[in-house]
């Protein structure tokens, strides 16, 4: 078995597919994980059935990449259906468009979030904090249409860890904006790009890429910033950074935190989650 970076119990290795604004972060960078997986036996005999397989968790994933985009675009699209003038949207859309989101799914998901269509969306976003086994604080974003479902949940995913009140982890977390972009030729300098564009800070990302952190008014600019200076916005939310990560060298222990965080990641009304945990 090949255990994925953030996912410790699998039997697939991680294959990179399409940006998602899935921001899970199991580590302070603020990267967004992979999590499409391929079959990594070779025996020809088994080579149908594998590649069926594939295709099933390469449908699911992406189902839920979609799932999880609609519900905020449909958030965004209540400040206004044209992401010329809505900048949040704007992002959102971008971020659809490099997920090969149909057209016609997104553009139903405007006009809901908008008010455009009867039986228009009525999400709420909600925020959990607490802790993960051994103490590592945790805070999560749902996006629900039924309060009390969303609160249940959490209750009994929290079990293993601990459900805290507000405030109780999100003083140790600041909120920014983390904009993810790719250098379009080798002179592209990240730390001049930072000081160009407006960034506040930097630091690697996957394959490459630059993680960029904003203050969260500044995000839309250091976006549009970004271009001149050599680089390719692939992701770009407003979202929870560590102040001090929690770090656990024991295997055993990290497998729980693990386990934990996968839980809360499968819940439909989950859209992102933060953690505290080094990497």
């Not at 994925?4 to 899935?22: A, F, M, Q």
């Not at 999560?140 to 459900?163: A, H, I, P, W, Y």
């Not at 203050?215 to 976006?223: A, I």
Request: negative net charge.
């Amino acid at each position: 078995p090949n255990p994925s970076p953030s996912y410790g119990r699998t039997e697939y290795s991680v294959c990179e597919i399409e940006p998602t604004l899935h921001w899970r972060q199991y580590a302070p960078s603020g990267k967004i994980p992979k999590k499409f997986f391929k079959p990594t036996d070779k025996r020809t005999d088994m080579g149908a059935q594998w590649k069926a397989r594939h295709k099933e968790i390469a449908a699911n994933a992406k189902g839920k990449i979609f799932g999880k985009l609609a519900k905020e675009i449909m958030v965004a699209a209540k400040g206004g259906a044209d992401p010329d003038s809505n900048s949040r949207l704007r992002l959102v859309v971008e971020q659809a468009k490099k997920a090969s989101m149909p057209k016609d799914t997104l553009d139903r998901a405007i006009k809901k979030g908008a008010g455009l269509l009867d039986g228009g969306a009525q999400l709420e976003r909600l925020v959990y904090e607490g802790f993960a086994p051994h103490r590592v604080p945790v805070i999560v974003e749902c996006l629900s249409d039924n309060v009390n479902r969303t609160k249940s949940s959490m209750n009994v995913l929290f079990r293993k860890g601990q459900l805290g009140t507000e405030g109780s982890v999100s003083w140790d977390f600041s909120y920014v904006g983390m904009i993810e972009a790719t250098p379009n030729n080798k002179e592209a300098d990240p730390e001049v790009a930072a000081i160009e564009a407006g960034a506040q800070d930097l630091e690697p990302s996957e394959e490459g890429a630059t993680l960029f952190i904003t203050d969260v008014t500044d995000m839309d600019t250091v976006c549009k910033a970004l271009p001149a200076q050599g680089f390719t916005v692939v992701s770009a939310q407003l979202g929870y950074r560590p102040k001090n990560p929690v770090t656990i060298a024991n295997e055993a222990e990290l497998e729980e935190v693990q386990a934990f965080l996968e839980a809360i990641d499968e819940d439909d009304d989950v859209q992102n989650v933060y953690v505290g945990l080094a990497g």
